[in-house]
């Protein structure tokens, strides 16, 4: 990646990638975490898919370094060494690149999303993942698209258990089964 600034509309504000040693790509931005754009539900979905089928493809991506700079002269520094981070972060600069608002958000969200199911046991009922995909009840993806990222660029997760309800309004969430078994999502219930 070149180190060309994406320059847009003045007023705006600027995402600038850098390449640097043995690869690895550092982005200063000015716009932090919490200020992120939301993002299509069906963005996000396409941006899951892509990063399983890069991993799939074993492309591990660069080591990449972000700076989100805020107005009153504060940052956040956050740095993608894991190697599926990379592999995510890497997925998603190929198919919508990530020098845009909206690209830095769908990367930032899908990551803050594999970080909240990785860690929240409340929300395994909402999703499926096997070794031929993964099924996501829409109710979690639209609350991953649009519920505001944290100063860290994660989830608040009592902010979107709080969201998610909003959007799952009618619908019975049940706890996952004790013995282990899968169900599909069908959208009603699980």
């Not at 993608?80 to 769908?106: E, K, N, Q």
């Not at 009922?125 to 990222?149: I, N, V």
Request: aromatic share 8%.
């Amino acid at each position: 990646m070149s180190g060309t600034p994406h320059t847009r509309r003045t007023g705006e504000r600027i995402i600038r990638a850098n390449g640097g040693p043995r690869g690895a790509i550092t982005y200063d931005i000015d716009l932090a975490p919490e200020d992120m754009p939301a993002v299509c539900k069906r963005d996000l979905e396409l941006a899951w898919y892509a990063a399983r089928d890069a991993a799939i493809a074993d492309q591990w991506d660069s080591v990449r370094a972000f700076r989100f700079n805020r107005p009153d002269g504060s940052h956040t520094d956050l740095a993608l060494a894991d190697r599926d981070a990379r592999c995510w972060a890497g997925a998603v600069d190929r198919t919508v690149g990530l020098t845009s608002p909206g690209g830095m958000s769908l990367c930032l969200r899908l990551l803050a999303l594999v970080d909240l199911l990785a860690r929240a046991a409340w929300a395994r009922p909402l999703f499926s993942l096997a070794r031929d995909g993964a099924e996501f009840h829409p109710a979690l993806l639209r609350a991953a698209a649009t519920h505001p990222l944290t100063q860290d660029a994660r989830f608040d997760e009592a902010g979107f258990r709080l969201r998610l309800k909003r959007f799952a309004t009618g619908f019975q969430l049940e706890p996952p089964p004790k013995d282990g078994a899968r169900h599909r999502l069908s959208g009603a219930s699980l």
